[in-house]
């Protein structure tokens, strides 16, 4: 045997290794691990989801990917491919954590809703009422005008816009000036606190009227904030003590300590042709603040930005705990953390039809939700609740068929990692037999 057989060799046997470890970790966290059948799926069928990235690894488009399928409350494809970094050969793993990025926003969203349940406050309010920065906010004249060509508001943004994106608020995200001015006030810094973040986001005007319109923005930020309020508590401490530990969600939070920091791979991107990752040595792709070396590779130290609408670290099985209660109606392994009409509510129709953007789907509070699959362009089933995160992770949640799916990826700027979620689709719902 070569020596380069021999590596590969070892390297496999220490991928599978890792999966039987983490395998037998999770049963004695009793994830319910059932054989595909039981669930209504046909096991060869949902096997080609392992082949399918294989052969993407293989090829050099891809460093690997976990997937998990869930039916009726049981895990029935849990599945490691690939690497987790691909540049020092270390195998993915079921037990890898990934950047999820914007699926923080659907979490902490319910945060903001669990007090909702208890009267803390109305969707209807302004945000004014609990965060007076946001009182005297302006509006750009236009969505391209210049920073200082503003206009009063025509009203107040309230909660609920916040949580279905129409406030006025931006994400920053791109890389026009108003972007760049974003970003540069300090909003996304590892050192800014929710509180300062309000402060900073109150000195940048809207970019339209507040509920004229769908804009994707950091509103979910806010929410935790007004978690932080509206509880007395850090929105570290609520996140924990009512989502998080409840529901077994060991492996989530902002940041993750020397016991965990082997299980973080690094962000990747395609540089010429070669998958390297994200950091000062390869550099990284043009984009926004998420791209940043300093951004991407933040989460291995303690610091001070706790972000709604980015900033949580998760894995496949944990983020499939949080989607599993959430299609539960609010509750798994006894543990409640939202009413089940609540849950009913936040994946319902949010906008009026001014609001409206795309002919296939809507937004609720914290989700997007499928209302015309035959417009999506895959066979999520209507009714369907999902986002995904800027390094290519996916999920969604299916009323209908009963079904979770989590993708767990780390990959910015790759050619066709914008492709997961309809690849997924169509080999899940494929493998469906009852």
């Known amino acids: 045997m070569s020596l380069v057989s021999l590596m590969r060799s070892l390297l496999s046997l220490t991928a599978f290794l890792s999966l039987a470890l983490y395998t037998f ?47 009726q409350g049981k895990v029935a494809h849990l599945s490691a491919v690939g690497y987790q970094d691909v540049q020092r050969e270390i195998p993915m793993s079921p037990q890898t954590i990934f950047r999820i990025y914007s699926m923080t926003k659907a979490i902490a969203t319910t945060a903001l809703m669990q007090l909702y349940e208890q009267g803390a406050f109305q969707l209807t309010d302004p945000l004014s009422r609990y965060i007076p920065e946001f009182a005297n906010l302006e509006v750009l004249r236009t969505p391209d005008s210049v920073l200082d060509d503003t206009v009063p508001m025509e009203r107040e943004p309230t909660i609920q816009d916040v949580l279905r994106h129409t406030a006025g608020f931006s994400h920053g995200l791109g890389i026009s000036g108003y972007d760049q001015h974003f970003v540069g006030s300090g909003i996304f810094s590892t050192e800014t606190s929710l509180e300062e973040m309000m402060s900073l986001l109150a000195d940048i005007p809207l970019m339209n009227q507040p509920g004229s319109q769908f804009r994707y923005s950091v509103g979910p930020d806010v929410a935790l904030r007004l978690v ?64 940043n070396p300093w951004s991407v590779n933040s989460y ?109 990826t780390q990959h910015m700027a790759t050619p066709g990692t914008d492709a997961i979620r309809g690849q997924l689709a169509a080999m899940v719902y494929a493998a469906l037999i009852d």
Do not use: C
């Not at 966290?29 to 294989?54: C, R």
């Not at 920091?261 to 390297?276: F, N």
């Open 25 to 71: 970790s999770v049963l004695a966290q009793d994830l319910p691990i059932v054989k595909p059948e039981e669930v209504g799926f046909d096991a060869e069928h949902l096997d080609q989801i392992d082949a399918f990235f294989q052969q993407k690894v293989d090829n050099g488009e891809l460093a690997g990917i976990v997937t998990l399928v869930a039916r």
């Open 300 to 408: 291995t130290f303690e610091h001070e930005f706790r972000g709604g609408s980015f900033g949580l670290l998760s894995t496949a099985a944990d983020y499939w705990r949080f989607a599993q209660a959430m299609l539960n109606g609010g509750e798994l392994n006894g543990a409640r953390i939202l009413g089940q009409r609540t849950v009913g509510f936040m994946t319902s129709d949010h906008f009026t039809a001014q609001q409206r953007y795309t002919a296939a789907t809507t937004w609720g509070l914290g989700f997007a939700v499928v209302e015309h699959p035959g417009q999506l362009g895959f066979p999520l089933s209507e009714g369907t609740y999902y986002w995904g995160g800027a390094a290519a992770t996916v999920f969604w949640i299916d009323p209908m068929e009963e079904i979770v799916v989590v993708g767990m």
């Open 228 to 291: 932080e309020v509206l509880s007395g508590m850090s929105a570290e401490e609520y996140l924990a003590q009512n989502l998080t530990e409840p529901l077994g969600m060991t492996d989530t939070g902002y940041w993750v300590g020397p016991d965990k920091a082997s299980r973080l791979g690094p962000v990747h991107w395609w540089r010429e042709g070669d998958l390297v990752p994200i950091d000062e040595e390869y550099g990284k792709p043009t984009g926004g603040v998420l791209v």
